[in-house]
T-cell receptor, first 114, second 111 residues
Framework: SQTIHQWPATLVQPVGSPLSLECTVE??????LYWYRQAAGRGLQLLFY??????ISSEVPQNLSASRPQDRQFILSSKKLLLSDSGFYLC?????????????FGSGTQLSVL | SQQGEEDPQALSIQEGENATMNCSYK?????LQWYRQNSGRGLVHLIL?????REKHSGRLRVTLDTSKKSSSLLITASRAADTASYFC???????????FGQGTRLTINP
């Protein structure tokens, strides 16, 4: 069966420090991968999605970047965190075929930038 | 914005009652999905309804879709305390490959 791992669960970082959040998927090949951010009590904002290794689409210009070095690995990074980067970050995957198939989410990372 | 919008933003009912949440969107869609999120956790997919479908059932869940009104509803029958969560609709717009989420409805089931 397919599983998605996202870590760490919580992270407290000072302003100006770097960030690296990792997400891996098991049990499937060639998934679409996504990074979402959720502000407290709000909906999800799509940050990045990827349809293949090295293929990254950015939805919102910001202080973050994403990379997909392997088929089932998706990394969210920042060189210098801002206070506004605080939030709940969610990784998700879907099957490659079709349009808009259902998403499977990781358990999320609560990032606090202080 | 293209995103779906849920209504109401918050709903509190007694255990055993039915809960209805609505979602409206603005442009033509391929499908509409409902997700549930327990506090501090990832989202869990509940049900997907395609644009050519009008109603789907899954256990105590019933989803309807009215493409002429660009709206959907999620009905949870015989609610339980464990149904307490936030519920989100998400739409896939024609020609797009990604889901756009609404702001969610916070559902509280009181024992």
């Amino acid at each position: 069966s397919q599983t998605i791992h996202q870590w760490p669960a919580t992270l407290v970082q000072p302003v100006g420090s770097p960030l690296s959040l990792e997400c891996t998927v098991e049990g499937t090949s060639n998934p679409n991968l996504y990074w979402y951010r959720q502000a407290a009590g709000r909906g999800l904002q799509l940050l990045f999605y990827s349809v293949g290794i090295g293929q990254i689409s950015s939805e919102v210009p910001q202080n973050l970047s994403a990379s997909r070095p392997q088929d089932r690995q998706f990394i969210l990074s920042s060189k210098k965190l801002l206070l506004s980067d605080s939030g709940f970050y969610l990784c998700a995957w879907s099957i490659r075929q079709g349009r808009g198939e259902k998403l499977f989410f990781g358990s999320g990372t609560q990032l606090s930038v202080l | 914005s293209q995103q779906g919008e849920e209504d109401p933003q918050a709903l509190s009912i007694q255990e055993g009652e039915n809960a209805t949440m609505n979602c409206s969107y603005k442009t033509s869609i391929n499908n509409l999905q409902w997700y549930r999120q327990n506090s501090g956790r990832g989202l869990v997919h509940l049900i997907l309804i395609r644009s050519n479908e009008r109603e789907k059932h899954s256990g105590r869940l019933r989803v309807t879709l009215d493409t002429s009104k660009k709206s959907s509803s999620l009905l949870i029958t015989a609610s339980r305390a464990a149904d307490t969560a936030s519920y989100f609709c998400a739409t896939v717009f024609q020609g797009a490959q990604k889901l756009v989420f609404g702001q969610g409805t916070r559902l509280t089931i009181n024992p």
